[in-house]
Each structure stands twice: as C-alpha cells, then as structure tokens.
C-alpha cells in the first residue's frame, strides 16, 4: 500500500526555522512528482511547493513561500524534505506532503505534521 | 491566475439526500479539475480527476460532470461516511495549483 508519513513539525519563533520530511513507501518515491500542501486552522488548502519526478528536477513554489522555502528529496532513503525559512506567524498551518500524478492531481496523501510560528 | 468559486460554502443534507456541490472556474479550464473530499481530522482524499473520472476505489455514488467552466459533484445518495468538506482544485499544466475554499456538508 502507498503510504506517505510526515514528520518534523513543531513550535518555532517568528524568524525560525524548520525541516518537515516526508517518508514513502509502497512506491518508488523517484518515479513521480511531490508537493507540499497546507491548511492553517480552520482553513481550506494551500499548494506550497511542488519537485518534479528524478529526470527533470524542476522546482515550483507558491508565490507566498517563494525564496524562504525549499523542498528537495532523497531518492535513496525514498524521502521528501521541505526546508522553511523566516518563518510567519502566516505560516502555521498543518502540512502535508502529497503524490503528484501526471495531470496535476494529487493521489496519495500523508496525515500531515503540524507546524506552529508563534512566540 | 484561474479562480475557483466553490457553491454553497455550507449544505444541510440527510443520509439518502441526493446532493450537489459546484465549483466555477473563472476561465474555461477544459476539464482540468479534480474533488477531494476531507473529514474532519483527517488527510484530503482524491475523489475524481479530469472534470469526471473517479479514482479507484471511491464508490459510485460520487460522479462529476462539465459544463462550459462549471464542474458539479454529486453524491447520488448522501451516506454517513460522506458529510465532510469537498474541495475541488484546478489541475493546470503550470503552477499554482489553485484549491476552491471548500464546501461544507453537514447532517441536517
């Protein structure tokens, strides 16, 4: 079964930072494209950040984490990363990490790890 | 950028309600549009991509249709397990990728 389970979050200072990862199994994670997306409180859902499949690499982000935000991957431990930045209250939020699939929806989804800006 | 207006925001419905959930898109967007379907404390799930194709293994009483840049999503007969928000996002070829602001269904 395809699983995908986050980890990292927590409670950080404005201005902080924070490395959320997300582990995969059941498929191979180098195979497909991955995203970041999250949802503040009682809030809808935000698209954060997206990597292309291995060949390509190519990088997107949403224009509200641009240049703080950088989301890699480990094929090798067949994981994905978001590093998070000069972090805002603005950013807390639940975040999950998702399955891309060719035509841009999301298939597969892990249980999200909450990340608090506050001081 | 494309915009997803989402209607109603909120829906009262009975379990064996027949129920309808509406997203328009701001520009004609073919059928780039997928469901999701959240309960309360949990992950999004895929319900439908492409404007109307359900993904495995979600039962069919859920189907999508097209209709120039309105995408509909009905519940053919509403069941417990189904009140919960629905989201619908447009799967466009480039970034972002935008998600309407849910609509709310609840037990009436």
């Known amino acids: 079964d395809v699983q995908l389970v986050e980890s990292g979050g927590g409670l950080v200072q404005p201005g902080g930072s924070l490395r959320l990862s997300c582990a995969a199994s059941?498929?191979?994670?180098?195979?497909?494209?991955m995203n970041w997306v999250r949802q503040a409180p009682g809030e809808g859902l935000e698209w954060v950040a997206h990597?292309?499949?291995?060949?390509?690499?190519?990088?997107h982000y949403a224009d509200s984490t641009k240049g703080r935000f950088t989301i890699s991957r480990d094929n090798a431990k067949n994981s994905l990363f978001l590093q998070m930045n000069s972090l805002t209250t603005e950013d807390t939020a639940l975040y999950y990490c998702?399955?891309?699939?060719?035509?841009?929806?999301?298939?597969?989804w892990g249980q999200g790890t909450l990340v608090t800006v506050s001081s | 950028d494309i915009q997803l207006t989402q209607s109603p925001s909120f829906l009262s419905a009975s379990v064996g309600d027949r129920v309808t959930l509406t997203c328009r898109a701001s520009?004609?967007?073919?059928?780039?549009l997928a469901w999701y379907q959240q309960r309360s404390g949990a992950a999004p799930k895929l319900l439908i991509y492409?404007?109307?194709t359900l993904q495995s293994g979600v039962p069919s009483r859920f189907s999508g249709t097209v209709s120039g840049t309105e995408f509909t999503l009905t519940i053919s007969s509403l069941q417990p397990e189904d009140f919960a928000t629905y989201y619908c996002?447009?799967?466009?070829?480039?970034?972002?990728?935008?998600f309407g602001q849910g609509t709310k269904v609840d037990i009436k």
């Open positions: 059941g498929f191979n994670l180098s195979g497909y494209t």
């Open positions: 990597i292309s499949s291995s060949s390509s690499r190519t990088l």
């Open positions: 998702a399955r891309g699939r060719p035509e841009n929806y999301f298939d597969s």
């Open positions: 996002q447009y799967l466009s070829s480039f970034p972002p990728w935008t």
């Open positions: 520009q004609d967007i073919s059928t780039f």
């Open positions: 492409s404007g109307s």
